[in-house]
């Protein structure tokens, strides 16, 4: 299975400057998705999640356009094609 993680301008930084992540996995949760990004990208990871493993306050996370705080959290599903996006808040004056 593949799945498609999308990582905005604020990620990119500390991603090596990739947009986009293919993870490959069987069918699983975001939270999969997320264990396997850790892995390869450790500074984002640290980014996304806090020391218990929960999306910080101030990212938001889709996967194939829901918002997983209304669809299971980091039980939210993924298959084969889905696609996560990974926003965090942006803030300033």
């Known amino acids: 299975m593949s799945v498609t993680v999308l990582l905005p301008g604020p990620l990119r930084e500390d991603a090596g400057g990739l947009g986009a992540l293919h993870v490959a996995l069987d069918d699983g ?35 194939d356009g829901e918002d997983v705080r209304w669809s299971g959290g980091l039980a939210t599903a993924v298959r084969h094609g889905s696609v996560v996006h990974l926003l965090p808040s942006v803030a300033g004056g």
């Not at 390869?40 to 218990?52: A, G, S």
Request: charged fraction near 35%; charge should be positive.
């Open 29 to 63: 949760t975001l939270s999969d998705v997320l264990d396997e990004l850790a892995a390869r990208l450790p500074l984002v990871e640290r980014r996304v999640r806090d020391e218990r493993g929960a999306l910080r306050r101030h990212v938001n996370a889709f996967v």
